[in-house]
């Protein structure tokens, strides 16, 4: 990294938020992204051109990873790249509701090494630096002492609980619940609000990439849903799911998905 990446990707975060919430304030225009990837506002594109023009002007030979800007392989040439999702939980943002947030991230060599998470809305800035630990508002934060399933609160999506996700055909007894954000659901797991998430669907790097630094400086352990290490800046932006929590909760959960 040079200068201060995380300093740098929280002012560039506050400035989006001030920017969304201006749009907020209006009906948003909202168009379908074409096979099905879902709906685009006018303020997810006026937030990630503000954005890329942001933090590539401050950083030139990083790459740029974003929901909302046309991929391109020049990123792979680079040693860092940004990793961005401008507002994530669009659907939450046309509904009028709080739970969107801003996710940036830089990746160096596939690894996260820096990421915040803005909700501007609550008002929350969640931030970390690889090896620096997490904080929100600047408060250091950490994953609850949670470590069995009977006990856990665990933000996943409804089909997560259908049987033949899980090796005995037996849904683990976690209290299930949801939030529409993926980086959001990480950062309040890291925080301790929640014990765990779990998404097995093919997930995107830009709605994760914040959140799973985070997750893992307050203590969580982050993988896909098979148990690998997460790696970014991937030829094709995705992973293979994601399983989060603290360490003896994470284990059994990844023991339990077939």
């Known amino acids: 990294m040079q200068g201060n990446d995380l300093a740098l990707l929280q002012d560039a975060a506050r400035e989006a938020g001030k920017l969304a919430l201006r749009h907020a304030m209006k009906t948003p225009h909202v168009t379908d992204k074409p096979g099905g990837a879902g709906p685009v506002t006018d303020a997810d594109l006026a937030v990630d051109a503000l954005l890329k023009a942001r933090l590539t002007t401050a950083r030139p030979d990083y790459g740029w990873l974003s929901e909302e800007t046309p991929d391109s392989d020049a990123r792979l040439t680079h040693r860092h790249t940004f990793i961005v999702d401008p507002i994530d939980g669009t659907r ?5 509701t709080k739970d969107w947030a801003h996710s940036l991230a830089i990746a160096r060599d596939g690894v996260v090494v820096a990421a915040v998470v803005f ?4 008002k929350a800035l969640y931030a970390a630096e690889i090896g620096g630990g997490a904080t929100l508002n600047g408060r250091r934060i950490q994953v609850s002492s949670v470590s069995d399933m009977g006990s856990a609160k ?23 619940k949801f939030r529409s954000s993926l980086a959001w659901r990480m ?72």
């Open 92 to 96: 939450s943002f046309i509904a009028g």
């Open 119 to 122: 909700l501007p809305c609550h």
């Open 154 to 176: 665990v933000l996943t999506a409804k089909p997560t609980m259908e049987s033949q996700h899980w090796a005995t055909g037996q849904v683990p007894p976690f209290q299930r």
């Open 187 to 258: 950062c309040l797991v890291a925080e301790g609000a929640f014990d765990g998430m779990v998404t097995l669907r093919p997930t995107w790097e830009w709605d994760i990439a914040g959140g799973a630094l985070i997750l893992s400086e307050a203590g969580g352990t982050v993988t896909d849903r098979t148990g690998q290490p997460l790696q970014f800046n991937n030829v094709m932006p995705q992973t293979n799911g994601v399983v989060a929590a603290p360490t003896d909760l994470h284990r059994q959960i990844a023991h339990a998905l077939i």
